[in-house]
């Protein structure tokens, strides 16, 4: 993140603009919608901020800049053609320790000003950073006729009743459940029809009728996918900004947490072999407990919860305790990280089966069953066998597989970090130690990994091995 986005007060202070143009004319529009104080400097003033100045009180100096202009000023504008001017306007600024702006020269700025959209109170502000002010431009005009404008008078609404509601629901949970249910329900459809006097009237019944006490938890069991996040449900990203506290795993992508409402607790419970910052059990207890507090729980599995995720054991739990839930599935590892890898599951001509195992037994479990999964003509993907891939392999052989069946490893799949190493059953283990190969990691067996040459399609890593 290059820039911090804030929203600044500004009403009388003193801001200054140097440039006369075009440019120049909206960005000190802006700054005085805002309650700057604006002070315009350039040697010829151009047709909009002349007939701005007419309409409002700005002061306009037709001459060229000179240090002293800065005395005073919270904030500066270098709008000019003149790039050196720019530069030097930049330093003088920076130097006092007052934020500039150099329009189309992010390296000379402090601050940026971002594409805005503004319903009443409301205001939304994107930026790309000064990188691509055009892109930020189409995203505002793509989330304009997205947000009716009735959404300020909403706000208004909310910022009437604001201290009302406080007094009335003084836990923090409780209020802002009820900011949900009115925002999001039929107080809200009211104002978008413009039936405000309504709307207010709803509102009230609705805040007598509300009941703190009966605040009840819920958790979520949702499926966070291999890595990108793109490939997120739109439920699970619905119930990603309402959580009230996130649990997660070790295998959910930092951009994907990111996505997760910022105000929310994080509670890390993420396992590798033999190292588990939460226990299983414990961790069912602990989902438990946060409902029971009135927290709506978002518990965000890597894949899918019920694919490898142990997500039967924490549902089986809640349902035990008698806590709400809801079940969001996630793109499996091995979906996804087949399909960028360019390695279907099945195919007409090379199988006709897919198996998912995993690679990585509780201790005292009974071995895998090695003749059934090395029959031919099927795929066979390995979730957490990495530790264990010499023995996967000679398993395979011994039980009829033969040793130059094609075998690929697939690590940090659909992500930017994703490396694809395609093998055998006799090369495999040597890959792993010559590129040093690192979970998350899937072992994907079979004779559709040969396609993989010709059908891949992203790729982000290197890559090594050909069949």
Known sequence: MKFLPVFWAIVGKKCLVVGAGSIAA?????????????????????????????FEEIELSQRAFVESDLDDAVCVIAATDDQDLNRDISRLAQARGIAVNVVDNPELCSFIMPSMIERGPIQIAISSGGVSPVLARMLRSRLESTIP???????????EFRLTVKQ????????????????????????????MEVARE????QLRDFDHAQVNGEVYLVGAGPGDPDLLTFKALRLMHRADVVVYDRLVSQPILDMVR??????????????????????????????????????????????????????????????????????????????YAGIP???????????????????G???????????????VVFYMGLE????????????????????????????????VFVGDLDSLPAIIADQQVRAPTLIMVGEVVALHNKLNWYRPGEEIGQI
């Open 26 to 54: 909206r960005k000190a529009e802006l700054l005085h919608k805002a309650g700057g104080k604006l002070c315009v400097v350039a040697p010829e003033i151009g047709v909009a901020l002349s007939d701005l100045a007419f």
């Open 388 to 419: 264990n891939v010499s023995r996967i392999c000679e398993s395979l052989k011994a039980h009829g597989r033969a040793a130059n069946t094609p075998a690929a490893l697939v690590e940090k799949g659909t992500t930017a970090m994703q490396r």
């Open 262 to 339: 910022r105000d929310a607790e994080r509670i890390y419970a993420g396992k590798a072999s033999a190292n588990h910052a939460i226990p299983q059990e414990n961790i069912n207890q602990l989902l438990v407990r946060l409902a029971r507090e009135g927290k709506r729980v978002l518990r965000l599995k890597g894949g899918d919860p019920f694919i490898f995720g142990r997500g039967g054991e924490e549902l089986g739990e809640l349902i035990d305790e008698n806590i709400e839930f809801q079940v969001v599935p996630g793109i499996t590892a091995a979906s996804g990280c087949a399909s």
């Open 168 to 195: 009335a629901l003084p836990n923090v949970g409780a209020r802002r459940r009820f900011w949900e249910s009115i925002l999001d329900g039929q107080v809200a459809e009211l104002v978008f029809s413009g039936k």
């Open 149 to 159: 404008g009735a959404y300020g008078e909403l706000a208004t609404l909310a910022d």
């Open 345 to 363: 599951l099945t195919h007409r001509d090379y199988s006709q089966a897919c198996i998912f195992v995993t690679g990585h037994r509780r201790k």
């Open 365 to 379: 479990a009974e071995d895998l069953n090695w003749k059934m999964l090395s029959h031919a003509n099927q795929t």
């Open 202 to 205: 709803r509102l009230q019944q």
